[in-house]
């Protein structure tokens, strides 16, 4: 029997060249459009309407059925309410991980197989291999595209029945067989925005669900340089935003500001987020890209997760990313009982909230969330 393949299509190139090269591989193709947000989609910001059509369109061209599928409350309730609750207590989520876990390849998963998929596929640039029994989650051919950060809390099961047939190809590549076959996204801008939210001016949105509490920006020092909408809505090593730009040496005390020469008036460096007094409700903020407090070489983090189902070796050399597009960085996990790793260089901005994962060459072994990060 011809195998059935369920394809998530949001209505952009990477999705539907997915599914036009399983259509030409001989497989039995469905495409699910996935609905999961409401709340606004009526907005400027949510797409999901053109996205509908444009997948629709491709469905179409390529000659395979497709389904519109609601999981907006699955998303709300495995996904957002944990994105709002961790921005609540100050640190910085990746809704796209969870998003990963809980609705492609869960709640999309389940609706597939009941639609009587064997496998299902998305437009991820990521590979999957199986070893002696095991699955494993790859590296992309394209490193500029690369997205097993996103993926590495699937599991086995996840993993045994996805496809990624992107995952040894370049985007430029993708795009020209959208162009050669006439698909109508061939050119569609690539989302960057939060996952399935849309790209939205993000302190707007934000305070539509979560409380401002003002306060107090202050360096690590004591001194006091300005005032903070509320501490969920920054995140560290954010510069943009902060309202201080551009200040030279100027002290801010009783609520006005005055420039003189001081020891300060040398550091005409750009101001940046380096942590969050929750106590206080202070702001703590720090002047240069490199300065030390944002500089970490070791973290510990929780709630890790192996794909294999086994723990990485305690010492043994790996590498990581504590946040998508950063470089690999060699580390060793010292500790698996809170996933404690010390780092061969230091690291920028390591963030609580956010995950570390891990690599051994181009395979992904897992991650865990950041919970906090530690200075020499």
């Known amino acids: 029997m011809t195998k059935r393949v369920v394809v998530g299509m949001s209505g952009g190139v990477d999705s539907s060249v997915t599914a036009l090269l399983l259509k030409q591989q001989g497989y039995d193709v469905i495409g699910l459009f996935m609905k999961n947000w409401e709340d606004d989609d009526d907005g400027e910001y949510c797409s999901s309407r053109q996205d509908l059509i444009d997948a629709v369109s491709v469905a179409d061209n390529i000659g395979i059925p497709i389904e519109a599928v609601n999981f907006a409350k699955e998303y709300r309730d495995r996904v957002f309410s944990a994105f709002l609750n961790e921005y609540q207590t100050g640190r910085t989520p990746n809704p796209d991980i969870l998003c990963n876990a809980e609705i492609k390849f869960k709640a999309f998963l389940d609706h597939a197989i009941a639609l009587g998929a064997d496998t299902i596929a998305t437009g991820h640039y990521a590979k999957v291999r199986e070893v002696d029994g095991l699955f494993q989650l790859l590296k992309a051919k394209d490193s500029s595209k690369d997205q097993s950060y996103f993926l590495h809390r699937l599991n086995q099961m996840q993993l045994s029945r996805a496809m990624f047939p992107l995952g040894n190809m370049l ?166 009982v809170h996933c404690s790793v010390i780092f061969d260089e230091p690291q920028w901005a390591v963030t609580p909230g956010q995950s570390v994962v891990f690599y051994d060459g181009d395979v992904c072994l897992g991650g865990a969330v950041i919970e906090s990060a530690l200075q020499s």
């Open 171 to 336: 985007k430029s590549e993708v795009r020209e067989i959208a162009k050669q076959h006439g698909l109508c996204n061939f050119a569609k801008k690539d989302s960057t925005g939060i996952c399935f939210i849309g790209e939205r001016p993000f302190r707007e949105f934000l305070s539509r669900y979560l409380p401002t509490l003002p306060g107090e920006m202050r360096t690590p020092e004591g001194r006091l340089i300005g005032k903070h909408v509320g501490l969920s809505f920054y995140t560290i090593g954010q510069r943009q935003g902060l309202g201080i730009g551009g200040i030279r040496g100027q002290k801010a005390e009783g609520g006005k500001q005055k420039t003189e020469k001081t020891e300060h008036s040398e550091l005409h460096e750009p101001w940046f987020v380096a942590g969050k007094d929750m106590e206080k409700n202070r702001l703590i903020v720090v002047q240069g890209h490199d300065h030390p407090l944002l500089l970490s070489n070791r973290l510990t983090a929780l709630n890790a997760h192996w794909i294999s189902g086994t723990s990485p070796s305690i010492g043994h050399p790996y590498a990581a990313k504590t946040r998508y597009r950063q470089a690999d960085a060699a580390c060793r996990i010292t500790s698996d």
